[in-house]
Each structure stands twice: as structure tokens, then as C-alpha cells.
């Protein structure tokens, strides 16, 4: 099993920004595709980001254009970058691993959660 760790979160106003981290125990980027996603207070988890192996992005559309996923290999860690934050993208951000070089619905590995608070 890996080990995923996350950091970076904390309170900001609204249009600032935050940097997430997501450390993980093994060398696993190059073959595992990776995700983010958040649970806001009374809300389901949802996806909020996915990378591939082969470093291909998607995101949610509430979420294009202020949030970028990237990984570095070479450290075993992932980020999300998150620019012009909203009040309503308060939530715990988790990251998560697949099995698959590619998003397959099902995390392997969940982090254990960072909360994310933007004021307004």
C-alpha cells in the first residue's frame, strides 16, 4: 500500500492562492494516473482533478483556468496549484492514486485530507 500525504492548505481570502502537496511513500507517478478531490461540509467527495502517467490533465469545470495538477516524478509528489480561490471551493482536498496509468473511477490510496478555507 502507499502512503499519501498531503500539505498546503489553510485559510486565504478570496482571490488568493495555495499550492497543495501530495507526497507519496513510493516512486508511483510514472505508472499510476493520480487525482484530487474535495468534500465541502454536507457535500459528497467529488473529483476535482486527474493527471495520467503520462502527465495528461483534466479537470472539473468549475475549476478550469484557476487550478493546475502537476507531479514531479523525480520527488514523488503531486500538486495543485489554486489561483483566484472562491468561498466555494472551501473544502478537505484529498489526493488519490489508481491503479491505472489513466483515471478509472476507483482510487486505490487516499491522503489523509487537507482543509482548504477561503473567506470572503
Known amino acids: 500500500q502507499v502512503q499519501l500525504v498531503e500539505s498546503g492548505g489553510g485559510l486565504v481570502q478570496a482571490g488568493g492562492s495555495l499550492r497543495l502537496s501530495c507526497a507519496a511513500s513510493l516512486s508511483i507517478f510514472s505508472i499510476n494516473a493520480m487525482g484530487w478531490y474535495r468534500q465541502a461540509p454536507g457535500k459528497q467527495r467529488e473529483l476535482v482533478a486527474t493527471i495520467s502517467s503520462a502527465d495528461t490533465p483534466w479537470y472539473k469545470d468549475s475549476i478550469k483556468g484557476r487550478f493546475t495538477i502537476s507531479k514531479d516524478n523525480a520527488r514523488n509528489t503531486m500538486y495543485l496549484q489554486m489561483n483566484s480561490l472562491k468561498p466555494e471551493d472551501t473544502a478537505v482536498y484529498y489526493c488519490?492514486?489508481?491503479?491505472?496509468?489513466?483515471?478509472?473511477?476507483?482510487?486505490?490510496?487516499w491522503g489523509q485530507g487537507t482543509q482548504v478555507t477561503v473567506s470572503s
Open positions: 488519490a492514486r489508481f491503479l491505472t496509468t489513466y483515471y478509472n473511477g476507483t482510487p486505490r490510496d
